[in-house]
């Protein structure tokens, strides 16, 4: 049996019976099969000797249930490490950062308490998923729509307390700043409510997001505080009118008054969504796998390669895509405003649900065309000519438009499968299990054209020099800001392949940092790293840590705080191969 750092194995084979109790026995998992799924499979900072080790894993039902496995666990020291659904992809997945935790996995915590189609808000438990609550409120009818990040699969206070992102408009796409009230287990298993009053004498709770008193909600986001069971979330009415529309930036030399363009319609409130704006390599990796054949052994595309497949799928430098909602009124205004602005430097397509589903309808048509090879030519030359795109691009128009109204899927989950030995499925995606090697890095720079495009200039030769395909999305945080968003794809299989892979998150996260672009979130390879510069803010944390947490049993070493305990993690060593 593993047992946690520092903790008796005798001590904590009496914990583990006291859960058993509170729990039930089928729900305390210590076999290895069922603890191999709490593992961070994305990462190359692991491997066999240096994976993560999980002592145990406890699936509770109730908020009450956690209380009493706090106790427990601040009783004889025993490390906690608390995940809602434990996707977050490409940031650390189910794993703990420190080795040797217990996990505390709130999936069964799954229920939708309530849905307030008036005040237009939900109140939820951890385990429900955006897929989850999609299905609920479109199966009962409510008029309410959700905000959901891609893939839809991961947890709605998982995802809050990460700061993760979504597509529609503010706050809704903020998905900490969506949230109204949450229910917390404090490390001493007591229970507390944010806003000053409990929901048993306020009537405010979900709806005011204040409270009364010093704002203390942040405090529980990317740290490691408390465990949240409950969350009120707020959700957008269905508006009245809807248009999704994409925009191709027509040459590299505009990208920087693109940006400064979209920074201007978003302060003006023209443009409230999420812009997600991607780059070639980006958008190729939507459309394809890594074409290992002719690439002779190369882990990266030759610069040939690259414009050959931007030239076979039509693909432009940048092209991002966004939403207006509100009355038809308000859209159409908008949309002229939008052309003003942006169309000297590219090409837009607005679309409705009804022209999306002729998009969809011709499209189909098209592919059963070109399966037939005299007509082949001709219906790519009536695409390329005439619409001037491709088939393969066109068609990511209708997820884009879907997730802009909040209909979670998984399309955009593809890219994951880039570097992947195994052939992406076209449903029922599972990087995890299917081998996808990926990290992102995601600096937030101040949204003008100069920043952005400072922090791709620190990015690209990076990429070059460590022999991997320049992959940045954008994605419009706030009018003010912009998180650029780095991915590293790497094969799993080849060991020299995840080292350099290493090395590179390792040398962009630092080049970022020391140009001024802190990351929004972090990964937990990047955890012990984040306050090496600002050990008073460091100290800070530590402090309210010990108030809160004396004995350090929840999730250690999570965003560098508390992490004094024993680990048995790799250190920080990615050594850069020589050129
Ligand atoms: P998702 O599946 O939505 O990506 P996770 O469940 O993996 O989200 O959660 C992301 C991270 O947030 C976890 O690693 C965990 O440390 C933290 N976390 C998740 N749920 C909670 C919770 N209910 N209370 C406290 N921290 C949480």
């Known amino acids: ?152 699969w991961g947890s709605l206070i998982g995802n809050s307390l990460e700061h993760g992102a979504g597509y529609t408009v503010a706050p809704h796409r903020d998905h900490f700043d969506s949230h109204c009230g949450m229910e917390i287990v404090l490390p001493d298993g007591s229970l507390i409510y944010t806003g000053g009053y409990p929901p048993s004498v306020s009537r405010t709770w979900n709806v005011h997001k204040w409270g009364v008193g010093p704002y203390l909600e942040g405090l529980f986001t990317q740290s490691n505080f408390g465990i949240v069971t409950r969350m009120g979330i707020w959700l957008m009415p269905e508006p009245e009118a809807y ?47 890594y074409p290992r054949e002719g690439s002779s052994g190369e882990t990266c595309l030759s610069e040939g390669m690259l414009a050959a497949l931007r030239r076979r799928y039509m693909i432009p430098p940048w092209s991002f895509a966004a939403a207006l909602y509100g009355t038809s009124a308000q859209i159409r205004v908008n949309r002229r405003l939008i052309r003003r602005a942006l169309g000297p430097y590219g090409r837009m397509m607005f679309f409705s649900d009804q022209s999306i589903a002729g998009l969809q309808w011709g499209l189909r048509l098209l592919k059963n065309v070109k399966s037939l090879p005299p007509l082949r030519s001709i219906a790519d030359s009536i695409l390329r000519g005439a619409v001037g795109a491709s088939v393969e691009v066109l068609e990511t128009a209708r997820p884009m438009h879907a997730y802009f109204k909040g209909n979670p899927g998984e399309y955009f989950g593809r890219y994951a499968y880039f570097k992947s030995d195994t052939a992406r499925p076209d449903r029922d995606l599972d990087p995890a299990r299917d081998g996808c090697g990926v990290m992102w890095l995601a600096p937030v720079a101040p949204c003008t054209g100069k920043d952005v495009t400072q922090v791709l200039d620190i990015g690209r030769p990076l990429f070059q020099k460590f022999g991997f395909d320049f992959w940045a999305a954008l994605l419009l945080d706030s009018p003010r800001s912009m998180i650029i968003l780095f991915s590293i794809f790497y094969r799993k299989t080849d060991a020299g392949e995840a080292a350099r892979s290493r090395a590179l998150y390792e040398a962009l996260a630092a080049a970022t940092l020391r140009a001024g672009y802190p990351q929004y979130r972090t990964s937990i390879a990047y955890m012990d790293r984040l306050w090496q510069d600002v050990p008073d803010y460091q100290n800070l944390l530590e402090k309210i840590k010990t108030a809160l947490d004396p004995a350090h049993v929840i999730a250690p070493g999570r965003y560098g705080i508390g992490s004094s305990g024993s680990t048995t993690r790799e250190p920080w060593t990615a050594t850069i191969p020589s050129e």
């Open 243 to 289: 248009r999704s529309f994409t925009f191709e930036l027509r040459d590299e030399q505009y990208f920087p008054a693109v940006i400064d363009a979209l920074r201007r319609l978003a302060l003006d409130g023209v443009i409230d969504c999420a812009v997600h704006m991607l780059n070639d390599v980006c958008m190729l990796t939507i459309l394809s796998q």
């Open 1 to 152: 049996m593993k047992t946690p750092p520092g903790v008796d194995p005798e001590v904590f084979e009496s914990a583990l019976s006291q859960w058993r109790e509170t729990i039930g026995e089928q729900w305390v998992f210590t076999g290895d099969a069922d603890l191999d799924l709490y593992r961070d499979a994305y990462t190359p900072f692991r491997n066999e000797e240096t994976e993560i080790v999980v002592a145990a894993a406890l699936a509770p039902e109730t908020a009450e249930q956690v209380q009493q496995i706090m106790r427990v666990a601040n009783r004889h020291k025993i490390p906690i490490y608390p995940i809602s659904t434990g996707r977050n992809l490409a940031y650390g997945g189910s794993a703990p950062v420190l080795s040797g935790s217990v996990v505390l996995d709130l999936k069964r915590l799954n229920r939708i308490l309530e849905v307030n189609e008036r005040n237009a808000y939900v109140l939820l438990e951890p385990g429900v998923s955006y897929f989850d609550l999609y299905r609920h409120l479109r199966d009962n009818g409510y008029k309410l729509w959700i905000d959901c990040p891609d893939p839809g």
